[in-house]
């Protein structure tokens, strides 16, 4: 099978404020109150969150399939850790993002801890999310000028 390729186009609403569009869809980006924002939606480091519960389910319920077993399906259950002075700007001694995440899987099905340890170990390995977050993926910022400013005669 070729790369697939996803998109999505974003425009801000306000300083804290983003509006997504993907494939029809719409999601609201937004700080809490307690950072400074309206809180219409998750926060950008909440997304990362909730996209990896999410391929975690898909992946998941795939490979129970593979093995045979009959998932009646997850809970999954995660935090994450980060320091807020690098984005801040108050200190760059810690990175920007997670230090770590935790997941807890709790998948309602009959299957052996004999076979759950199979099954969590081959969807750790196959989420792409997980593999985004875990390993380092090449980033090409680009920048591109919106509004030419006139020059003062």
């Given amino acids: 099978m ?13 300083a804290t404020k983003t509006v997504v569009k993907t494939r029809g ?11 400074g924002g309206g ?13 990896l519960s999410g391929c975690l389910n898909i992946v998941g319920h795939m490979i129970a399939n ?21 984005l801040f700007g108050t200190s760059m001694e810690e990175r920007a ?3 770590n995440i935790e997941v807890i899987m709790k998948p309602d099905c009959d299957a052996s801890p004999e076979i759950l340890s199979k ?15 875990g390993n380092a993926t ?8 919106t509004h030419q400013i006139a020059e003062l005669n």
């Fill in 2 to 14: 070729s790369d697939l390729k996803f998109r999505i186009k974003a425009k801000s609403e306000n």
């Fill in 119 to 133: 099954w969590l170990k081959l969807v750790e390995d196959r989420c792409p999310v997980s593999d985004n977050i």
């Fill in 138 to 145: 090449p980033i090409n910022f680009k920048l591109k000028k």
């Fill in 25 to 35: 869809f719409e999601i609201i980006v937004d700080e809490p109150k307690a950072l």
């Fill in 39 to 51: 809180d219409a939606g998750a926060n950008p480091v909440e997304y990362v969150l909730a996209a």
């Fill in 97 to 99: 993002g997670y230090k």
């Fill in 66 to 86: 593979e093995l045979n077993i009959e998932l009646r399906g997850i809970e999954i259950s995660m935090s994450g850790n980060l320091n807020p002075n690098c």
